[in-house]
């Protein structure tokens, strides 16, 4: 019980830090980012996330590019489950979701690592994307 969720954090880090290795420019905002908000020095707390839309926007882009999930490869399926009644598409409460990248409306770019996706006026702030469609409810 006390190492519960240690290997979904490990297996994040890890594959955050081989896509800053594998995109060094993407590396390179991310600390000029940090550099400016926190400073070299600083301490951080969890206030300080909304001042940094594109280091929260690389996180959110890893979890979209990566599959942790050994059942679900990355390109083919993703799993939602809805806490509450959702108005976007009309999911009720509890209602677990299954949908399919091919039938993403933006299907150019899905295999292509780009947290710029997640960005909104003109990169100064975090937008979490609703492109993604559902294809199975139940």
Not at 13 to 23: D, G, I, Q
Not at 60 to 78: A, G, T
Not at 86 to 102: D, K, S, V, Y
């Amino acid at each position: 019980m006390f190492l519960s969720g240690q290997d979904s954090t490990l297996a994040s880090v890890s594959w955050l830090l081989l896509l800053m290795a594998k995109h060094p420019k993407v590396q390179q905002k991310v600390c000029d980012e940090i550099d400016r908000v926190i400073g070299r020095d600083g301490a951080v707390y969890f206030s300080e996330k909304g001042n940094l839309p594109y280091t929260t926007a690389t996180v959110f882009e890893m979890m979209r590019y990566i599959s942790l999930s050994p059942l679900f490869p990355k390109d083919m399926f993703w799993i939602h489950l809805s806490f509450m009644d959702t108005p976007f598409q009309r999911i009720p409460c509890n209602m677990q979701q299954l949908g399919h990248f091919a039938l993403t409306p933006d299907t150019s770019r899905t295999m292509t690592f780009n947290p710029e996706r997640f960005l909104v006026e003109n990169g100064t702030k975090f937008e979490k994307s609703q492109r993604i469609w559902t294809l199975l409810v139940w």
